[in-house]
């Protein structure tokens, strides 16, 4: 049961483009969204992350857009940079009930200079 | 400043052998740990978590165990290894329930 779904599964951007990464969810109990990246080799580390409470979460050239209604995510990453390729995992969790962390499948972003 | 350290860094292990991988977290009393697996290019699965001494639950069975001998340390481990647990494995935490999960450096394991 993929409770998270992540697309595209890969994306290529040319630096200075914004991507668009997508994730949506089925648990409407969800209430806390995580983004993770992960450059090769290494562990992930969380990025951005957003409540419900909001539709918007902001951090620099990274902005989520929530919507709760249609249960879908999206992560925008503008004027890309060679640095941000990475894959991308979209998490969620429920404050009540499961302890689990639930991951999407990612997207690898490739920014080509 | 909160450090996790995993051990160790890396394994290449039999078949069949025993297996213990290790965490420590310092800087952070009575923090919330968790295990990860994530095959080669695939997702992270939650395996077990732990919010005190002594006290592990398990999320999925990957004929794994896990235990939390003291308050900043969190053991998983195997009798038998399989082929299938080749992987990274992450030991993560949090400050409590529900909040942001931070991960360690990881343990890549390779088992022929």
């Known amino acids: 049961q993929q409770q998270v779904r992540q697309s595209p599964q890969s994306l290529t951007v040319w630096e200075g483009e914004t991507a668009i990464l997508n994730c949506s969810y089925e648990?409407?109990?969800?209430?806390?969204f995580p983004w993770y990246w992960q450059f090769p080799r290494e562990s992930p580390a969380l990025l951005i992350a957003?409540?419900?409470?909001?539709n918007k979460k902001e951090d620099g050239r990274f902005t989520i857009f929530f919507n709760k209604r249609e249960k879908k995510l999206s992560l925008h990453i503008t004027d890309s940079q060679p640095g941000d390729s990475a894959t991308y995992f979209c998490?969620?969790?429920?404050?009540?009930?499961?302890?689990?962390?639930?991951f999407g499948s990612g997207t690898q972003l490739t920014v080509m200079p | 400043a909160q450090t996790i350290h995993q051990w160790p860094v890396a394994e290449i292990k039999a078949v069949g052998s025993p297996l213990s991988l290790g965490c420590t977290i310092k800087?952070?009393?009575?923090?919330?740990l968790y295990w990860y697996w994530q095959a080669t290019g695939g997702t992270l699965q939650q395996l077990f978590y732990?919010?005190?001494?002594?006290?592990v639950e398990s999320v999925v069975q990957l004929n794994l165990s896990a235990s939390r001998p003291k308050d900043d340390q969190f053991i998983l481990s195997t009798e038998k290894l399989l082929l299938s647990h080749s992987g990274f494995y992450l030991c993560?935490?949090?400050?409590?329930?529900?909040?942001?999960?931070?991960f360690g450096p990881g343990t890549r394991l390779l088992v022929l």
């Open positions: 957003i409540r419900p409470v909001s």
């Open positions: 648990d409407s109990t969800f209430d806390y």
């Open positions: 800087g952070k009393s009575s923090p919330n």
């Open positions: 998490a969620a969790i429920a404050s009540s009930g499961s302890w689990q962390l639930i």
């Open positions: 732990s919010i005190t001494v002594g006290q």
């Open positions: 993560a935490w949090s400050p409590g329930q529900k909040d942001t999960q931070y």
